[in-house]
């Protein structure tokens, strides 16, 4: 049974007990993951109808990417998983100094994933294949480079979002370390690290569809 103190530091005076408080917490995320999953859905049905309506174009879009880069960064968010798992684990086991040792290793693979995207987007940049005024784009074969700009559009769209995503769980790392070095988290309570946890393993997730969705599929077909 969680001591009194514990009790007392955590509990929200609208819950009963922590484990309704834990509980509904869970819930609430498992809840706010749903909407996301509508919300990514929606962007992976325009690129599955995009993508049939502008085959040739999306097979010339598919072989701009940097697969090598893409490779490394699914590689770092499944570590990542990994050591958001054992922070999760630890914080369980109410041991604080091993549980800020594998979040900050999670802050410093998501960091290392977002780094790599910047030098993408950097690239991309350079080589004017950011749709706007400036778009260009070098083809040969049957398709209308302005239908290759969708493609982009979409990429920089689902891309961007999942980024945004990164940088919003960096901050939830970073706010889990404050309250790990305060000793808020014990054996009792670790809520927050589990929650975070869940929310960052479907930020990964989603990763691992948009890889293969931009980088993988079509990638050796010729327009």
């Not at 174009?57 to 968010?77: C, F, P, R, Y």
């Not at 690290?193 to 990638?219: N, Q």
Request: glycine share 8%; charged share 10%.
């Amino acid at each position: 049974m969680p001591d009194s103190e514990t009790v007392s530091n955590n509990l929200k005076h609208h819950f009963a007990n922590l484990e309704q408080q834990t509980a509904t917490s869970k819930f609430g995320m498992w809840l706010f993951l749903a909407t996301e999953v509508m919300f990514f859905g929606g962007m992976f049905v325009s690129y599955l109808v995009y993508r049939l309506s502008y085959y040739n174009a999306w097979v010339a879009g598919s072989q701009t990417m940097e697969i090598t880069l893409g490779a490394t960064n699914t590689a770092v968010l499944i570590c990542s998983s990994l050591t958001m798992v054992m922070a999760v684990h630890f914080a369980k086991l109410g041991k604080r100094k091993l549980t800020a040792i594998f979040l900050i290793a999670t802050l410093v693979l998501g960091m290392t994933f977002l780094g790599i995207k910047g030098v993408e987007y950097y690239k991309h940049w350079v080589h004017h294949e950011v749709p706007g005024p400036n778009f260009h784009f070098e083809h040969e074969g049957n398709f209308d480079p302005r239908h290759v700009s969708i493609f982009f559009t979409l990429y920089f769209a689902m891309t961007g979002m999942h980024a945004l995503h990164m940088v919003i769980g960096v901050g939830l790392l970073s706010w889990l370390l404050i309250l790990n070095a305060l000793e808020r988290f014990s054996a009792e309570y670790n809520s927050p690290v589990e929650i975070v946890g869940l929310y960052w393993h479907f930020v990964d997730v989603i990763w691992i569809y948009l890889f293969p969705l931009l980088y993988l599929i079509s990638h050796r077909h010729t327009g």
